[in-house]
């Protein structure tokens, strides 16, 4: 996969000239069943083509041929040549050998062989830069890359897949994930799982950090003790690497949002949609896609999947079901969770006994209680299962971490989660106002990779809600190319533009720095909405809130100082 920078006016011009080179070349390779996709977008385009999957550094040469080739027709100016793609020839005659000399030495018949071998029968396939594996979890084994055996060395009957579910959407994606996991534990499974905040096999963390992606998926799913996986799967993954699991047994879509527009050329609902909904081609036949049918953007696009995958449908308004009759459901009915299949009706458990609904109010939690729960029952774990988990899940701090944590300090309320987009923002504060509180203070920021109408629609979001007191802050892990300060000074700009005074804001960058000036601003019976995105700011603020409500802090007390941070090199 390559992408472009591009006019409007080059757009449709480059787009054919760089698939014309890119198909030719790849004929003249050699290469079975070459497919090649392109798009174009506002100021951009991108070219994906397949390849022997032994042959994928060669594969990228191709195209970087292939883009210059467009280039050049098009009369563009490639730049210094320092800056110009690969070491390949311009031309397509001395192209050639020097791609095919590529090839002849990237190629690994061994590797290539197995490949097709576990292919052909429907046995999971992964690789690193190092590793082959083939299956899944207690059913996967491992190679090195350049000690492979033979196809007819492997005991194919034992490299099977574990039950597998992955997890994907705009909000959401991080609590149902775990809220699956948790019940395929309950069900007696050892359950790995990977989110944005690691990877994890029955509670016990293998790593931390963002692990929404490829590598936690591959890490999960090669753990020797998993016997069923739970993969969070996040839009940046899949836009950058694809899918790594095959053949799994359920794939869940919890909304799609207004957010991380304009990355990739992903710059609609629709087509946002329509990353959301590829997890539906890791999904074996006969699986399950569980879908948000009150979502309008995932009902539009749900006809794209391929109809061997069968669908099934939440949502908290009933109405929203109305032409699923007859398909496998979950809304709410009396205030109780219910998932029906056809004439059969299964009651789950009532709002008030799930921890996550806050009492009701976080409608977004018992979304994704529904998508989890119908997710399951796909999966055939038993209603008296998921009803154990629903009613207990969130009891424990341990349970989700960061995500609608609520933290009692005497007569103060303190509410931190990963709210990050105006959907999240807005469930969020429902819940705070629904805590009647004397005041609302708020600590707000954004990624730098938002654009800046979408972080002023954050701010509009907030306003909603009129905060008393709001801490702008930086995600200093997430600038993206903004300078620092830059995306609270939109954010203020905007609250000041609605009508919040200068003298009920403050920006102070650093995420721990702004929790801590958030705790020094409190009075008593105020609530206090600490959305905390940094993976080190967040373990840093739960700790000190432990260390608050431990030493029975109150508002108006000094906060304990910041511990030093530890050397770079420990």
Request: charged share 20%; aromatic share 4%.
């Amino acid at each position: 996969m390559l992408e472009v920078q591009l006019t409007p006016a080059e757009s449709a011009d480059a787009i054919g000239l760089w698939s014309a080179a890119a198909r030719r070349m790849i004929e003249a390779l050699d290469w079975p069943a070459g497919q090649i996709a392109a798009r174009g977008w506002p100021g951009g385009a991108e070219l994906g083509l397949t390849a022997p999957t032994d042959q994928l550094l060669t594969a990228t040469d191709v195209n970087e041929w292939a883009w210059t080739q467009a280039a050049l027709a098009l009369g563009r100016d490639l730049g210094p040549p320092g800056l110009r793609p690969g070491t390949t020839p311009n031309g397509f005659d001395d192209a050639l050998p020097h791609l095919r000399a590529m090839a002849r030495a990237e190629a690994r018949p061994p590797f290539a062989a197995l490949e097709r071998e576990a292919r052909s029968r429907q046995a999971p396939f992964r690789w690193d830069e190092q590793t082959v594996w083939i299956g899944s979890g207690r059913h996967a084994m491992a190679w090195p890359r350049d000690a492979l055996p033979s196809p007819e060395a492997v005991a194919w009957a034992e490299r099977s897949v574990v039950p597998t579910a992955l997890v994907t959407g705009s909000n959401g994606k991080t609590t149902t994930t775990r809220l699956l996991a948790a019940m395929l534990r309950a069900h007696g499974l050892h359950t790995g799982h990977c989110c944005t905040d690691g990877v994890f096999v029955d509670g016990e963390t293998l790593a931390l950090g963002d692990y929404s992606g490829p590598l936690g998926a591959l890490t999960t799913l090669a753990h020797p003790r998993v016997e069923a996986a739970v993969l969070e799967t996040a839009r940046g993954g899949i836009l950058r690497r694809g899918l790594v699991a095959t053949g799994a047994d359920v794939a869940i879509v919890t909304n799609v949002q207004l957010d991380h527009f304009g990355e990739y050329g992903i710059d609609s609902h629709a087509a946002t949609a329509a990353v959301k909904l590829t997890v539906a081609k890791a999904v074996r036949d006969g699986g399950w896609l569980v879908l948000n049918g009150g979502d309008r953007h995932l009902v539009a696009g749900e006809p794209s999947v391929r109809p061997t995958v069968h669908r099934a449908w939440f949502a908290v308004d009933p109405t929203d079901l109305v032409a699923r009759s007859g398909q496998r459901t979950a809304t709410l009915e009396d205030d109780r969770l219910v998932v029906r299949d056809g004439t059969t009706r299964q009651p789950l458990a009532r709002v008030d006994e799930m921890p996550l609904s806050a009492g009701g109010v976080a409608r977004y939690n018992i979304e994704n209680a529904m998508a989890a729960g119908l997710a399951a029952w796909c999966l055939g774990i038993p209603a008296t299962t998921i009803h154990r988990v629903i009613t207990t899940f969130g009891t424990d701090a341990a349970d989700n971490p960061g995500r609608l944590e609520t933290w009692r300090l005497a007569t103060v309320t303190v509410l931190t989660d990963y709210a990050h987009n105006p959907e999240g923002i807005s469930g969020l504060l429902t819940v705070a106002r629904s805590l009647a509180p004397k005041r609302l203070l708020l600590l707000l920021g954004q990624a730098g990779n938002r654009t800046d109408d979408a972080i002023r629609a954050l701010a509009a979001a907030a306003w909603a809600f009129r905060p008393d007191h709001v801490v702008l802050k930086d995600l200093e892990s997430f600038l993206r190319g903004r300078a620092p300060g830059e995306v609270p000074g939109i954010l203020a700009d905007e609250l000041r533009r609605l009508g919040l005074p200068d003298e009920r804001m403050e920006c102070v960058l650093p995420e721990v720095d702004a929790v801590r000036t958030v705790l020094a601003r409190t009075r008593d019976g105020d609530v206090l909405v600490l959305p905390v995105h940094g993976a080190a700011a967040r373990a840093e603020v739960a700790a000190l809130l432990r260390q608050l409500a431990n030493d029975g802090w109150r508002a108006g007390m000094l906060l304990p100082e910041r511990a030093p941070l530890p050397p770079a090199n420990t």
